[in-house]
């Protein structure tokens, strides 16, 4: 960070010596820092808007947030049922609590439910210093009741409002805090915009300042039209006393836009925090907006006429955490099926029957294996083929391809050691998806582990002819592997009905099937290749060296 980050405000009064000292702390600890938002603001019960919609912005935007909670509201998808202010002495101790230990960014301010409230947030703000302030002037709720009553407009006018580097208003907000004036066009958001900015936000930070060259000079105003009558788009305008911009997203039809004001806010901060402009910050942070209720329009949750969104995008019913039973189990390796485009297709047929077949003789997962294949095409194979293995409770798993497993939702993917690393691709997967890691060597099952794969499959076993240039390592080297993996194994490599047998009964520890490709897909009759493979699996288990 530049050394300083100095602010020169009408009244604030910043520390240099403090960021000096923070950082250096950092460094001792060794730590790095990692952008930070506090939010002041209200708790929503029904988890919508407020403190709750905040955190979730924030780690959907990939930021750190603490609170300071200045109110709890009983509050569901209806109204507001009830609101209990917290002593303005108790916000006071929480602030200290929060800036006195952890160097905070950004401040995002919500339901300032007193003039004491925002007194006490000022004062926090002279003796401890942060980078940006982001006040969200909220007064009514969209339900229509009162979160912060007429009393506090002279001081978010005179007091809070100078001290902003950007105030985002609704529409009800930006004509009450400009004593009512009318606002029902784009016209009229502009003017009001011109007119708040004359109010302030004025703060003006030194060029040397980390968020960049002049990007916040002379603050900034966000007059949001969500509510705009007849409008088709929503459009919000921007104006940073030189220029307005007219920002326009569709309009989505929806009744889930409880805390979209909340949730816009905290996002401008979040950007704020990782460094961005802030003109940036605020596309960023409406596009972030238009892009979750696109994806929540029809989720349900409350019987209210205004809904929550999700912030996570991870909700919706048909996703992956719904359907699947359960974690991964390794006895699922048992009858492995690894596909093969060019042999289904010279047995004419397609692979969704192919990979039916395989499951309804016994496959007890499936990976769906395409390596010439278009990206489009290979999308719509691993829909159709997940819709088949869903319905009978078997895995899918995508080789190779993680963007593919993500957008076909697939359980997981398998990677070779020339593919992506386990680790970044559990990283890109989250930690429900099945990850399998192709190792011959000790090291390499010791790195898919600490990469936090879920099994190795080890091989060729046998020579094969699906793979080119693959040594095998043997029934020793699979021994081998075996003997050393914290991972359950799947032997792969040649394995047919004459050696699968051989395989298994040798009882190694931590296998726990065979991978098989040849064996059912370049066969004429997939489900009578599979029934057979299964039984002999089930003959050698029974037998298997103890
Ligand atoms: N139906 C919608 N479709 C797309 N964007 C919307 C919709 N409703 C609100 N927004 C956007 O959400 C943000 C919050 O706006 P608004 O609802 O006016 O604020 P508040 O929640 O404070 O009343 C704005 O960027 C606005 O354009
Ligand atoms: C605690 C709290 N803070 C803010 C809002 C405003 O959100 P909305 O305008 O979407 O009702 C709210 N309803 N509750
Ligand atoms: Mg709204």
Known sequence: MASGGVILSNSFSFYQKRIVMSSRMQEKNGGASIPHVLSVAGSDSGAGAGIQADLKACAARGVYCSTVITSVTAQNTVGVQAVHAVPEDFVAQQLKSVLSDMQVDVVKTGMLPSVGVVKVLLQSLTEFSVRALVVDPVMVSTSGDVLAGPSILSTFREELLPMANIVTPNIKEASALLGGIRLETVADMRNAAELLHALGPRVVYDTGFSLGENLLQNGNVLVKGGDLPDSLDAVDIFFNGEHFYELRSSRIKTRNTHGTGCTLASCIAAELAKGSPMLTAVRVAKRYVETALEYSKDILIGNGIQGPFDHLLRLKSGSQSFHRKDAFNPSDLFLYAVTDSGMNKKWGRSMVDAVAAAIQGGATIVQLREKDAETRDFLE???????????????????????????????????????????????????EKIIGVSCKTIEQAQQAWIGGADYIGSGGVYSTNTKANNPTIGLDGLKTVCSASKLPVVAIGGINASNAGTVIEMGLPNLKGVAVVSALFDRENVLAETKKLHALLMEASSSKIQ
């Open 381 to 431: 194979t691993a829909k159709s083929c997940l819709a088949v293995c869903r319905s009978h409770g078997v895995p899918l798993l995508i080789n190779d391809r993680v963007d593919v497993a993500l957008a076909s939702d697939a359980d997981g993917v398998h990677v070779g050691q020339s593919d992506m690393p386990a680790s970044v691709a559990r990283t890109l997967l989250g930690p």
